[in-house]
């Protein structure tokens, strides 16, 4: 159990405005417990000028200036990816509280807040680590940043032609996919983006990423995975001599001269999981394996 005050620091989904009685229950219970509280700069605009919520005695994140003993994410998966980028390499355990969508990431309901604000207080719970994939360019440089949880996509822009991504691993030539684009995923993000464009689901702690093309122009091409150690490079042709490079779903135009190196990135993200939380229970439950369809159960 805690013996020594704690740190937390609360990022949050601003489209949700319906939700605030989360973040007030939230916020009542580490008040309660004497806590330390920092919440980003946006969110707590958001819950001060949008919503009008009285909010107290709490400091103000600016940037990814911050420390803390826990990182609360209260949203839907992307908030959390998003609080997973701005904690970086800070080694900060993340906890995500569902205030949107069934999520894998964030995966504690408004019901069970103070139950699981106590179990971090009791030390009852468990910390996953999850890969990160780095992408370094040679060329023109990524302006934002440069690691991903989830998955990375290499994408065509707009309504343009399919676009060429010659492929190596480890030195060795590949493939060329002539595809919408191609996604890089780790265990983590296999249930996301990748999926549903035909990628394996990899179970987290499984130390490979996968290779999916998107909207391939041949049949022949399938996912791959590849050793998580492996060093990945991508050189890409488009007729509009650009294209999209996205990580975690934030994207950047790239001129179609800049080559991408993929690797695993040094450090890896902590993810906090409830006691008795298991992979296989929860996959059934998000992908409704087992359930019978209405038509056939009346």
Not at 46 to 68: K, Y
Not at 92 to 102: A, K, V, W
Not at 188 to 205: C, E, F, K, M, Q
Not at 217 to 243: M, Q
């Amino acid at each position: 159990m805690a013996s020594r005050k704690l740190r937390f620091a609360i990022f949050g989904n601003t489209y949700q405005p319906k939700k605030s009685v989360s973040v007030q229950k939230l916020l009542a219970c580490l008040t309660q417990r004497q806590a330390d509280v920092c919440i980003e700069r946006e969110f707590y605009d958001f819950l001060t000028t949008g919503q009008r919520l009285p909010i107290e005695n709490v400091q103000v994140i600016e940037g990814s200036s911050f420390d803390a003993d826990f990182v609360i994410s209260m949203g839907g998966d992307g908030t959390f990816l998003r609080a997973a980028s701005m904690v970086g390499s800070k080694q900060i355990p993340i906890l995500g509280i569902n205030t949107g969508r069934l999520g894998f990431l964030a995966d504690v309901n408004a019901q069970e807040i103070e139950r699981t604000i106590q179990a971090l207080y009791e030390g009852d719970f468990t910390v996953d680590t999850r890969a990160v994939i780095q992408v370094e360019t040679e060329g023109q440089p990524l302006q934002g940043y440069q690691c991903a949880l989830n998955d990375v996509a290499i994408l065509k822009r707009d309504n343009a032609s399919m676009i060429a991504i010659h492929t190596t691993i480890n030195g060795d030539y590949l493939s060329t996919y002539q595809a919408d684009g191609l996604i890089l995923s780790t265990p983590t993000g296999s249930t996301a983006y990748s999926l549903s464009n035909g990628g394996p689901i990899i179970v987290p702690g499984t130390h490979v990423f996968s290779l999916t093309a998107v909207a391939p122009h041949s049949l022949n091409v399938r996912p791959i995975v590849v050793s998580e150690d492996s060093e990945i490079k991508l050189t890409i042709e488009s007729r509009t001599h650009n294209f999209l490079v996205a990580l975690d779903g934030r994207s950047e135009k790239l001129d179609d001269t800049t080559k991408l190196t993929l690797r695993k990135a040094p450090y890896r993200v902590k993810v906090i999981k409830r006691a008795g939380t298991k992979y296989f229970h929860t996959l059934r439950e998000k992908m409704m394996w087992g359930a019978i369809p209405s038509a056939v159960s009346k």
